[in-house]
T-cell receptor, first 113, second 117 residues
Framework: DQQVKQNSPSLSVQEGRISILNCDYT??????FLWYKKYPAEGPTFLIS?????DKNEDGRFTVFLNKSAKHLSLHIVPSQPGDSAVYFCAASSNFGNEKLTFGTGTRLTIIP | GAVVSQHPSWVICKSGTSVKIECRSL??????MFWYRQFPKQSLMLMAT?????????EQGVEKDKFLINHASLTLSTLTVTSAHPEDSSFYIC?????????????FGPGTRLTVL
């Protein structure tokens, strides 16, 4: 049973526009959420995180929104740049990040110049 | 959907012993599996890429003789931590990918918590 779901395997966005990547989870024990970015032949690298005590966290062009009642989070990238083309993984953890990560299956983002 | 399992989910061992962790793709054939180690603050380190029927490709800084990887079949890869030490205590996570899948979707296992006493 997939506890963290990314239902869109791929997404294409025009350069300069907003990219929105979505993630849903089912385990109510999750209280810490992360986004990772992965280039081919490399491991995922941490991008941004959010704790369940917040509903928004912003870091430069990246903003993560958390809707606890809907068990949904999203990553917004604005403006999108060609270097943002990668696979994005959503992950969740409990105990405010001190437990193991549970990953989604990833969304491939392609930024069109 | 595709499922990846890991066994055991947690293990405690004495310093100096070896521990084997299994990663299985339950309903698809994984030509490639990846092994990660989870560090504090949830950073992930790719340890190695495991290809079925060939030697694993290790990342720089990962000791091949300490972290033995075997990908004997299209559904099973194993990671053996040899002569484990307390500093090897961590979460170890595998993921699997079917190269025939053009979306490059990776399916992550649930992780194995290793504690070395």
């Amino acid at each position: 049973d997939q506890q963290v779901k990314q239902n869109s395997p791929s997404l294409s966005v025009q350069e300069g526009r907003i990219s929105i990547l979505n993630c849903d989870y089912t385990n109510s024990m999750f209280d810490y959420f992360l986004w990772y970015k992965k280039y081919p032949a490399e491991g995922p690298t941490f991008l941004i995180s959010i704790s369940s005590i917040k509903d928004k966290n912003e870091d430069g062009r990246f903003t993560v929104f958390l809707n606890k009642s809907a068990k949904h989070l999203s990553l917004h990238i604005v403006p999108s740049q060609p270097g943002d083309s990668a696979v994005y993984f959503c992950a969740a953890s409990s105990n405010f990040g001190n437990e193991k990560l549970t990953f989604g299956t990833g969304t491939r983002l392609t930024i069109i110049p | 959907g595709a499922v990846v399992s890991q066994h055991p989910s947690w293990v405690i061992c004495k310093s100096g012993t070896s521990v084997k962790i299994e990663c299985r793709s339950l309903d698809f054939q994984a030509t490639t599996m990846f092994w990660y180690r989870q560090f504090p603050k949830q950073s992930l380190m790719l340890m190695a890429t495991s290809n079925e029927g060939s030697k694993a490709t290790y990342e720089q800084g990962v000791e091949k003789d300490k972290f033995l990887i075997n990908h004997a079949s299209l559904t099973l890869s194993t990671l053996t931590v040899t002569s484990a030490h307390p500093e090897d205590s961590s979460f170890y996570i595998c993921s699997a990918r079917d190269l025939r899948d053009p979306t490059d979707t990776q399916y992550f296992g649930p992780g194995t918590r290793l504690t070395v006493l």
